[in-house]
Nanobody, 124 residues
Framework: VQLQASGGGLVQAGGSLRLSCAASGRTLLYRLGWFRQAPGKEREFVAA????????YYSDSVKGRFTISRDNAKNTMFLQMNSLKLEDTAVYYCAAGPTSSGFSIVVAGAYDYWGQGTQVTVSS
């Protein structure tokens, strides 16, 4: 599975962006997630979605502002980001992992495949 993240850019605080993650292979049986890494900080969990899309998970810092979704027919995942804050500035990575992973869906260890990242910069 190869993942390609896109949709990042420069946006003012309070604005919106929609990230996309396109997969080269079928991801129907994979859990999908978004992580981000700000300069000088460790990579952190943002959001994840189950194989069917029926269950979603969010970090406390983005809950209520971000929405994760997936289109299994198109092997694509999305992250709609609203009410963006300065602290959302980071490189955003999409990831895919098998449901058989012993790790929780909210930790990086659950994911075997990672995209190259897309930069999101929120300005004041």
């Amino acid at each position: 599975v190869q993942l390609q993240a896109s949709g990042g850019g420069l946006v003012q605080a309070g604005g919106s962006l929609r990230l996309s993650c396109a997969a080269s292979g079928r991801t129907l049986l994979y859990r999908l997630g978004w992580f981000r890494q700000a300069p000088g900080k460790e990579r952190e969990f943002v959001a994840a979605v189950s194989t069917s899309g029926g269950s979603t998970y969010y970090s406390d810092s983005v809950k209520g502002r971000f929405t994760i979704s997936r289109d299994n027919a198109k092997n694509t995942m999305f992250l709609q980001m609203n009410s963006l804050k300065l602290e959302d500035t980071a490189v955003y990575y999409c990831a895919a992992g098998p449901t058989s992973s012993g790790f929780s869906i909210v930790v990086a260890g659950a994911y075997d495949y990672w995209g190259q990242g897309t930069q999101v910069t929120v300005s004041s």
